[in-house]
Nanobody, 125 residues
């Protein structure tokens, strides 16, 4: 059973930065793509960023491209989301997830097999 634990959320002013971390249990972390999604109150969960198993390929939602950076450290079983130039519309619960199917679908929540419990990010104006 895979466990994903997010951390690093909090309250920040617009224009500020936060770094989210997601620590994964298990020895197979380095074999699978990882993603970050977010869900704001009253809205559906949406894709934020994803990274391939080795870290060479990354994907971003248009809304965060140029501001957010996803990375991973397979030696530490951890994936990160560096968030810069934060905006009030970035306020949401952020979730990390692991995708075991290698055949695409990095931007689709339904393609991910395991999810963390989420961490709240609040950006004040």
């Amino acid at each position: 059973q895979v466990q994903l634990v997010e951390s690093g959320g909090g309250l920040v002013q617009a224009g500020g930065s936060l770094r989210l971390s997601c620590a994964a249990s298990g020895r197979t972390f380095s074999s699978y793509a990882m993603g970050w999604f977010r869900q704001a109150p009253g809205k559906e969960r949406e894709f934020v960023a994803a990274i391939s198993w080795g870290g060479a390929i990354t994907y971003y939602a248009d809304s965060v491209k140029g501001r957010f950076t996803i990375s991973r450290d397979n030696a530490k079983n951890t994936v990160y989301l560096q968030m810069n130039s934060l905006k009030p519309e970035d306020t949401a619960v952020y979730y990390c997830a692991e995708k075991r199917n290698p055949r695409g679908g990095e931007r689709v929540a339904g393609m991910y097999n395991y999810w963390g419990q989420g961490t709240q990010v609040t950006v004040s104006s």
